[in-house]
Nanobody
Framework: QVQLVESGGGLVQPGGSLRLSCVAS????????MNWYCQAPGKERELVAT????????NFADSVKGRFAISRDNAKNAVYLQMNNLKPEDTAVYYC??????????????WGQGTQVTVSS
């Protein structure tokens, strides 16, 4: 049974930090690209950060570059999102996503249940 379980969300003041964690099970974690998405109320889900399977390449949304970092530990089947200098506009539900593309339109695409991040004074 595939599971992605996020944790680490909460309420933080502007300028503060949070570290989100996502622990995976039920699939070969080290073969998957891992993403963090966020979805604010009334908005579409958007990609925040990506880390490739070996951890040697990452991508970030322009809005979080220089503030967020993504990392993974394949031995622990875990991916992390370090969020620094948080802003009120970062308030959203953050989702962990695992993707593996096989070609010919086939892919495995798994999602966690989300963790709420609220940035407010």
């Amino acid at each position: 049974q595939v599971q992605l379980v996020e944790s680490g969300g909460g309420l933080v003041q502007p300028g503060g930090s949070l570290r989100l964690s996502c622990v995976a099970s039920g699939f070969t974690f080290s073969l998957f690209v891992m993403n963090w998405y966020c979805q604010a109320p009334g908005k579409e889900r958007e990609l925040v950060a990506t880390i490739f399977s070996t951890g040697d390449h990452t991508n970030f949304a322009d809005s979080v570059k220089g503030r967020f970092a993504i990392s993974r530990d394949n031995a622990k089947n875990a991916v992390y999102l370090q969020m620094n200098n948080l802003k009120p506009e970062d308030t959203a539900v953050y989702y962990c996503n695992a993707v593996r593309v096989y070609g010919f339109g086939r892919k495995d695409d798994y999602w966690g249940q989300g963790t709420q991040v609220t940035v407010s004074s």
